[in-house]
């Protein structure tokens, strides 16, 4: 996988990989990290160990959720040989655990606060935009002691404005709640960008936030379920460090 690195501050590091350079095969090559998807599971296990040495711990401290398009946040206190169920948002504050949050057209977002030491993933879609997985993460980070001005996000890759073309039923509803997300694609149909929704989710509450990565539709080196179906999920991780660490 190209993985890109980056830091939140002092203590939280996290990464992104996109789907080139994985062990993988077709339909899933080659980084895909989602075990749900009917890809070998040492292939997963593999390549996910690839990315959690990236942020410095090894594989089986990964944690991951199995999203069900909701708003339920997870509280993470130890390593899980299992996906966290039921859930689209994962939060902890225990140093060494590296939070996974997948996707293939859906929003990814890293979150981290180096001075409260806490850290967060959030998987948002149309219906997570929409119910707003993003702000309960950001109450859940804040129960834990985050402060909004401490808090940094990265937005990950999705499919964009121009290509995630809806019906008129689903631009109202979702636009209804985030009007940012209203779009258009360039032969005029109702589309939606999920990802300004989520900035602008961001901005009002006060978080500084960065973009990383291209539009998923259009990119062969990022998994889109929309064009592919059949496919794997590229995702990322962030992880709060060890006080040796640092
Ligand atoms: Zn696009």
Known sequence: MAIVTGSFGSRVRWSFADRLDGVSRSPYAAGNLADHVGDDPDHVAHNRALLAGSVGVDGAHVVSMAPVHGNDVGQ???????????VDALVTMVPGLALL???????????GDSVSGVVGVVHAGWRGVTSDVLGKTLDALRDMGSRPENLHALV??????????????????VVAVAPAAASASTAGE???????????????????STRHGACTYESDTLYSYRRDQV????????????????
């Open 190 to 208: 109702r589309a939606l960008d999920l990802r300004a929704a989520v900035d602008e989710r961001l901005r009002i509450a006060g978080v500084t």
């Open 231 to 246: 496919t794997g999920r590229h995702g990322g991780v962030v992880t709060l460090l060890a006080d040796e660490e640092r």
């Open 101 to 111: 949050t997948l996707a293939a057209d859906c929003v990814p977002v890293l979150l």
């Open 156 to 173: 990950g890759p999705a499919i964009c404005g121009q290509c995630y073309t809806v019906h008129d039923a689903r631009f109202d509803e």
């Open 76 to 86: 993470v206190t130890g390593p899980s040989a299992h996906p966290v169920p039921d």
